[in-house]
């Protein structure tokens, strides 16, 4: 018997049961099992669940009885077996309830489909909450049976789940009315909202509703509130709670006006009310899948009257742009990271992409064309395609993906009954799963292979449905039935964020037109390349300088080779061109910047000496010194190219790109130096002076900006035996013809060499000898300008002078023993003076970014002044740099770890709003930009949310108050 039990498990193994030991446990406890049978129920998705289940139910039925009902009626033992080899939950459903094995039989099975009247007829039986968890569960049953039987399409399944939700909303409606003894004042009706108000519900999801009351003639209003509360609140307790009979569903009221924070039943005015005024674009999106559910028909007949023409105009909204890319960011942000590859619903190219751009469609158009305002996802597509607005080849794709991942996400869910919108992992969930989706071969892999098949075309079609028609429509032959008129696309471009919509269709038509190679690429390549677009500030400009590129380049083969085959590189180039202006620029005047997109490598600064390698190359094969120059500038332009673009991108820090930027200028300092030194030179022969250049301010910090001008001070020293006369005007010559060579128009943007932090200011000579700093410093030199000489930097020109002038200065502001009381005070006296008479008239002293509250100046001022006060005793204070003086003095405790972290938070948050402004709009600007739209730039530029311009501000004020604090208490004492 035992080695009989043995080879039985093994031939049910090889039928296909997991657990061939199980199997024949299973199989004794039935009786005597045909064959036919044993074989049939190894050809359902889990056999060894459809045994168990059949086990189970025999028990309380009685296994003859069971036996003899399969082999009585073949229709009735497909169905059952169909059903319990998908769903384990289905099956202890019938063990609980044997003799709703006898439904399987019925000829009302074959209904196609089952009208909602009749659905809310046939849960009028439910007189109890266990009788509707019975009956409920009863009607689940047979949509499963026709569902996997294919008895009913998948669109037709979807509809009769959500019609049972709305019978069985109605039942436990009427349920609560026979318990709450003020039921009569008031009228209710329940909306139904979501996937239920669509008529595509799951198996197992929230179903979404929303509740609206009226008192009837004569009643309280408080009293029928409270009824109409009670009784919303007893309907959503019987679908939702636990008993022997298991549970329904759980009745979801958060899409209702203010959400969780708003009252759970409102009347009808109140509802007008709130979407008139209050209401966010999200909500008149999920408007579009209401209807009515149950209680009062004509009150939710009203409602949608009411609501309805509302949602039309929701793309009309000033905000309607900012509130779509809100919804999109919550999604993404909604998924937990270990689940976001495996997410059907949430993740890439799963549901949500689907029904968001078919939403996103509907909204956009509808408005014009009543045909597109169906609540269900596919049949809105398909009005899609027939009006026009999306390919039919397209169209049709997705219709088929939607379909294959909402049939997959109904299996997930039928076998426990369980809300999931997760692919497992595990290789039996996923062979089941496989075989009941008609994978035989392998069917776990093939399941995995053909989801991810379909996740790809998802993602591909979800831009290319709200773009590529809009290629279309500016085509001289519009092919796959593509019909999108100007003003239909003009809307699109509208809703994308585009000014002007007519500016863009015209470069739409310039890119795309003709049949050239370039023309070709664009056409496929401008669908994701306008998605770009409208996911940054400035898509106008953005699409404008495309256009400009595109044509400036021509045919060139790298820069179409790049588009076409290098996906990132063209999302990057999107990204920049819609995001700054500045860096746009750039790559206007010099285009092959283009390739240095889509490579990391490319997009990290060059190393300091291997910049200045570079420049004194590129100057050292011209003779002529205009030529070098040129060519200096040129290096210039392109690195200013590499930082802006990594910076746009958010691969660099705010203290890289400091360095990255002072690098470049020092370079391009250097090398003007050397040109304009050979072109007096060639004038007037060998220079009788050696030079240097020293850095000052930020520059002479490491700390450059994109607008910053280059402060500098100029020293030379005479040879031995030279005319100090001579040697002076030699050097002032060269200083010129340095500065004009940097300010001369040119490709690059110009840099201003700014020479008055030199003794004297503006009255003094603009270059002076080593010997006459040493004299002024020696007899004149004041404490302020001691303190601009910590961020002094002698590092361009002679290296022997730049050493020299180091030990010059070095006692004067690192004085031994510290900075005098005194000292002190004139600083302190002469910073209140700046904060007074240098902040601009009208300008707002909490939002300056240089001289405001806790801006700039303060956090610079502070730090230095602790260099001035200790650097004698602390040598890691003996720096130019902010920041390294800075932790220097938390090191020392100096300075707490939390006033640093205050000061420092404010340093680098207001450096980079500087360099965002410019990047953005191409020029600063003194104070925190006020406009919404440069808000939105900047906010973008800085990992905000386009729509979170006053969130920046926001955290710009908190940062740099508590800044200021700690600088009231440190720098003023």
């Not at 953005?542 to 290098?566: P, Q, V």
């Not at 707002?844 to 004698?872: C, F, I, S, Y």
């Amino acid at each position: 018997m035992a080695t009989d039990a043995r080879d039985l498990a093994v031939a049910l193994a090889r039928k296909g049961f997991r657990d061939g030991g199980g199997a024949v446990a299973c199989l004794e406890s039935l009786g005597d099992v045909p064959d036919a049978l044993v074989d049939q129920i190894a050809s359902v998705a889990s056999p060894d669940t459809a045994l168990s289940s059949l086990a189970s139910i025999a028990s309380h039925m009685g296994a003859a009885e069971l036996l003899d009902l399969l082999a009585s009626d073949d229709e009735l033992r497909l169905r059952l077996l169909v059903v319990l080899g998908t769903s384990e939950a289905l099956g202890d459903f019938l063990t609980r309830h044997p003799e709703h094995v006898h439904d399987l039989s019925a000829t009302d099975l074959a209904r196609h489909p089952i009208p909602l009247d009749l659905r809310r007829q046939q849960m009028e039986e439910a007189t109890t909450a266990d009788d509707l968890r019975v009956a409920y569960h009863r009607k689940l049953l047979h949509i499963a049976a026709r569902d996997l039987t294919a008895l009913t399409t998948f669109e037709e399944s979807s509809a009769e789940l959500s019609d049972l939700a709305v019978a069985t909303l109605g039942a436990a409606l009427r349920i609560a009315r026979e318990a709450e003894p003020d039921a009569a004042l008031s009228r209710l009706t329940i909306m139904a909202m979501g996937k239920t108000g669509g008529h595509e519900l799951n198996y197992l999801s929230d179903v979404d509703v929303i509740f609206v009351h009226e008192p009837v003639d004569g009643a309280d209003d408080d009293a029928a509130l409270n009824a109409a509360t009670r009784l919303a609140v007893a309907v959503m307790k019987l679908c939702r709670e636990h008993t022997g009979e298991g549970t329904i569903w759980e009745v979801d009221a958060e899409l209702r006006p203010e959400g969780k924070n708003g009252p759970l039943v409102r009347t009808l005015a109140s509802h007008v009310a709130y979407y008139e005024k209050w209401a966010s674009t999200w909500e008149f999106q999920a408007l579009l899948k209401a209807r009515f559910a149950a209680g009062d028909e004509e009150l939710g007949q009203a409602y949608i009257d009411a609501l309805s023409p509302m949602i039309w105009f929701a793309s009309t909204r000033p905000h309607f742009v900012s509130d779509v890319r809100a919804m999109r960011r919550r999604v993404i942000d909604n998924i937990p990271a270990a689940q976001r590859s495996r997410q059907l619903k949430l993740g890439a190219g799963g549901l949500r992409d689907v029904e968001f751009a078919v939403q996103l469609l509907q909204l956009v158009h509808g408005r014009a064309d009543e045909t597109l305002r169906s609540p269900t996802t596919l049949k809105a597509l398909g009005a899609l395609i027939d009006g026009g607005y999306v390919g039919r080849r397209d169209g049709a794709a997705m219709e088929e993906a939607y379909e294959f991942l909402r049939t997959l996400e109904h299996r997930i869910q039928l076998y426990k009954l369980r809300r999931s919108h997760i692919v497992p992992e595990d290789p039996e969930d996923l062979r089941r799963l496989g075989r009941s989706m008609g994978f035989r071969q392998n069917p776990g892999e093939a399941l995995t292979k053909e989801w991810q098949a379909h996740r790809r075309i998802v993602r591909r079609l979800h831009e290319k449905l709200f773009y590529q028609p809009l290629l279309e429509a500016v085509a001289s032959l519009p092919t796959d039935h593509l019909r999108l008129t100007p003003l239909a696309a003009e809307q699109r471009l509208t809703a994308l964020g585009f000014v002007d919509p007519k500016g863009a269709l015209a470069h739409i038509q310039a890119l795309t037109s003709g049949l050239s190679r370039r023309a070709a690429i664009q056409k496929s390549l401008l669908p994701a390349m306008l998605a770009w677009f409208a996911e940054s500030p400035d898509p106008d400009g953005g699409l404008l300088a495309f256009r400009k590129i595109s044509e400036g380049l021509g045919e060139t083969h790298w820069y179409l080779r790049k588009l076409r085959d290098e996906g990132e590189g063209a999302e990057q180039l999107a990204h920049v061109l819609s995001s700054s202006r500045y860096v746009t620029d750039l790559i206007l005047r010099a285009p092959d910047s283009v390739a240095l997109l889509g490579d990391d490598a490319e997009l990290r600064p060059l190393e300091r000496e291997r910049l200045r390698t570079e420049v004194d190359l590129a100057a050292g094969r011209h003779r002529d010194p205009q030529n070098a120059i040129r060519a200096v500038r040129r290096v210039r332009r392109r690195e200013l190219s590499r930082v802006g673009i990594a910076d746009v991108l958010g691969r660099l820090d705010i203290t890289e790109v400091g360095e990255a930027l002072t690098d470049i200028s020092t370079a391009t300092l250097a090398g003007a130096l050397t040109a304009s030194t050979a072109a007096v030179e060639a004038e007037r022969g060998e220079m009788p002076t050696r030079m240097s250049i020293v850095l000052m301010g930020r520059l002479g910090g490491g700390e450059a900006g994109y607008g910053s001008d280059a402060d500098v001070m100029f020293v030379h020293d005479p040879c031995e035996g030279a005319d100090e006369t001579e040697a002076a005007s030699a050097a002032t010559a060269v200083v010129q013809g340095l500065r004009r060579m940097l300010a001369a128009p040119g490709d690059d943007p110009a840099l201003e060499v700014d020479a008055e932090l030199r003794p004297e200011g503006k009255n003094g000579p603009l270059v002076r000898t080593f010997a006459s700093y040493r004299a002024y410093y020696e007899k004149w030199s004041s404490v302020w300008e001691a303190q601009a000489l910590l961020r002094a930097n002698a590092t361009v020109g002679d290296a022997d002078l730049n050493a020299r002038f180091t030990q010059l200065i070095d006692p004067l502001r690192f004085p031994e023993g510290g900075a005098t009381a005194d000292e002190v005070r004139e600083i302190r006296r002469i910073k209140a003076r700046v904060d007074s008479e240098r902040l601009p008239r009208g300008a707002n002293p909490k939002t300056h970014l240089k001289l405001g509250r806790g801006g700039l100046a303060d956090v610079e001022w502070t730090v230095q002044l602790l260099q001035m006060q200790h650097a004698h005793a602390v040598p890691e204070l003996r720096t130019t740099r902010t920041l390294q003086a800075l932790h220097a003095a938390v090191k020392a405790d100096l300075v707490s770890h939390d006033d640093a972290m205050a000061l420092e938070s404010a340093w680098r948050l207001v450096s980079r709003i500087r360099n965002a402004v410019v990047l953005m709009r191409g020029k600063g600007a003194e104070s925190m930009v006020e406009h919404a739209g440069d808000r939105a730039g900047v906010a973008h530029l800085l990992g905000y949310g386009m729509d979170e311009g006053e969130r920046l501000n926001d955290d710009y004020l908190r940062t740099t108050r508590h800044a200021r604090k700690v600088v009231e208490r440190i720098f003023y004492e």
